[in-house]
């Protein structure tokens, strides 16, 4: 018989740990009831996922989380309520720090090799990162299955090195960064709205969007509208957006991120005497660009904080009026700005 290299299923929790959302720490003392007749795996999953800060990854082409099962569980403890969901169903499961990965029950195998992985150092402050550090790949030569055929899952580089090529029988190609933007058997987080409190402390509408764009990245497009005219002729009218390309020195969507963004501005403010224009209306156009710095604190599975604080440069073109109703034309002008860009404090939820 032809034997070929197989790599157990440990290294999947490799590919998933360096992909999966971070959910925050504190859900040890967490305890969860799920009761149900005929309902599925996966939502039992979810169901534990809602009331604990535990996250879920799963070897979805070796468990049938479709399958159905009839669940009473009250007030248990997370592991407790883990092993009764997935009992009997031939899988083996792992926790670290928050994440809980569930894979298929490994072969006995005939002849086996532990091989340790390159993998660059992380800090706790990443949990996934840290996570990924602590598994070891372990190459397991088995018989061939000749109605399973085999296909080699490879995992990216780490610090420039590759860190394995993973024999995975029945399932596809996949490298990290298409595990965060396709999904693996596990719900990465894709896309986050928010909502900027400053923004909103000024009656300023204002919403963003940020989208995943890989291991590292993602885009930030937020845009705020200010259509009110206020007690003597008052008013801070603008239509802003400010798109912005970050950089997460952890991953997506937790912890320290670096921006660059550019701004476009339609405005038509004047009479406030704490911003400078109290004698005059301007009203007019401005572009620019900036970098930022922020950070992510993670409340609770989808609810996040995030601050942030930009500077950058702007060209101001704009129309002169006196202050009053109908003001005076006093006349054109053009002003190049260097300082603040940005601030925020945003409540973020995570919808995908």
């Known amino acids: 018989m032809k034997l070929i290299r197989n790599i157990r299923r440990k290294a999947f929790a490799y590919g998933m740990a360096m992909v999966m959302f971070v959910a925050p720490a504190g859900a040890q003392d967490v305890t969860v009831s799920i009761k149900g007749s005929n309902i599925t795996i996966r939502q039992a999953l979810e169901s534990l996922e809602a009331q604990s800060r535990y996250t879920v990854a799963y070897d979805a082409t070796g468990f049938d989380v479709s399958k159905k099962v009839s669940l009473d569980i009250a007030n248990a403890s997370v592991m407790a309520a883990l092993e009764e969901i997935t009992r009997g169903q031939g899988v083996a499961y792992r926790t670290s720090g ?28 990443c949990p996934i990162e840290a996570a990924a550090e602590a598994a070891v790949v372990e190459a397991v030569l088995v018989e061939a299955d000749a109605v399973s055929p085999a296909v080699h899952v490879q995992i990216p580089e780490l610090a420039g090195e590759p860190v394995a090529s993973v024999v995975i029988p029945q399932t596809q190609v996949i490298t990290v960064e298409e595990g965060i933007t396709e999904g693996y058997g596990y719900r990465a987080p894709r896309i986050a709205l928010k909502t900027n409190l400053l923004y909103d402390a000024t009656t300023t509408i204002n919403l963003g ?90 409340l609770a599975p989808r609810w996040s904080l995030e601050g942030t604080i930009g500077v950058g440069y702007a060209r101001l073109i704009y129309d002169k009026y006196e202050c009053e109703t109908c003001g005076d034309f006093v006349g054109s002008e053009t002003k190049d700005y260097f300082g603040p860009t940005k601030a925020g404090v945003s409540l973020v939820f995570m919808i995908k």
């Open 98 to 125: 928050n994440h809980i990965f569930i894979t298929p029950a490994p072969p006995a195998p005939e002849t086996a090799a532990t091989v340790s992985a390159p993998l660059r150092p992380s800090t706790p402050d």
């Open 209 to 298: 969007a940020e989208f995943l764009l890989g291991r590292k990245l993602t885009l930030d497009v937020p845009l705020s509208y200010n259509p009110w005219t206020f007690s003597d002729n008052k008013k801070i009218k603008h239509f802003l957006v400010q798109p912005e390309l970050r950089y997460w020195t952890c991953e997506p969507f937790n912890h320290s991120f670096f921006g660059v963004h550019l701004h476009y501005a339609y405005f038509n403010m004047g009479g406030f005497k704490q911003l400078g224009m109290e004698n005059f209306r301007y009203q007019g156009n401005l572009y620019g660009a900036g970098i930022s710095y922020g950070y992510h604190w993670i």
